[in-house]
């Protein structure tokens, strides 16, 4: 009984179309492969920062630092008071995606955006941050600092141009302009710091918190 060998010419030749097809996106699309496994090998950084300094108080200064690096997150806050006691609160070094939120939720409310400020309002406290990224081999960061949050968030300040012609060379002040700045993402940026981290992180810094001043009026006292 002879066969019929047409099913398996279609079987073999199938077979054959499906690896030339394989083979051809392989060479058309390597250089993709490659540049996508490299991003997901590449080193990456995250590391957010926020000191706020009191000039008076039992807290002189407070730190907050998180950082995430090749997706390891790492929380620390530390509580210095006047007379030099320290207490520090740190959260264990562990995979998760909560200082990439962190880090999504301050870029959203413009940390690599805003600037110094000058002192208003509350001038007693001064809140300084920094960010660093690293990612696919490229670096930057930012610094800066400023006063009262709420104030720049409600107040802000008047931003006075003033048009000088040469034909007048005397400006009319009466025609001068000017521009409220009021910006309230430097009130939700100290914000995102402040409310990060688990319920239990959070109690422990509330914890370090009094320890330091019941600490400083002690010494006081």
Do not use: C
């Amino acid at each position: 009984m002879v066969r019929n060998p047409v099913p398996w010419f279609v079987f073999f030749g199938g077979f054959v179309a499906v690896a030339l097809m394989w083979r051809y996106f392989a060479i058309e699309h390597s250089d993709e492969f490659a540049a996508v496994r490299k991003v997901a090998r590449s080193h990456s950084e995250i590391k957010l920062g926020m000191q706020i300094h009191h000039t008076d108080g039992p807290i002189s200064d407070e730190y907050y630092q998180m950082d995430d690096v090749d997706g390891v997150s790492t929380s620390e806050y530390r509580a210095v008071g006047r007379n030099g006691t320290t207490v520090k609160v740190d959260a264990l070094p562990r995979q998760s995606v909560d200082v990439p939120f962190l880090f999504d939720r301050t870029v959203a409310d413009g940390i690599w955006e805003l600037a110094d400020r000058p002192i208003r309002g509350d001038a007693t406290t001064r809140y300084t941050v920094d960010i660093y990224q690293l990612a696919n081999g490229k670096h930057g960061s930012h610094h800066f600092s400023f006063t009262d949050p709420h104030y720049w968030a409600t107040t802000g300040g008047h931003q006075f141009h003033i048009h000088l012609d040469k034909n007048k060379p005397i400006p009319d002040l009466l025609r001068m302009t000017s521009t409220v700045m009021v910006e309230p993402r430097y009130e939700r940026l100290v914000g995102d710091f402040q409310i990060f981290g688990t319920a239990q992180f959070k109690e422990k810094v509330a914890q370090a918190q009094a320890k330091i001043r019941s600490t400083e009026t002690a010494h006081s006292s």
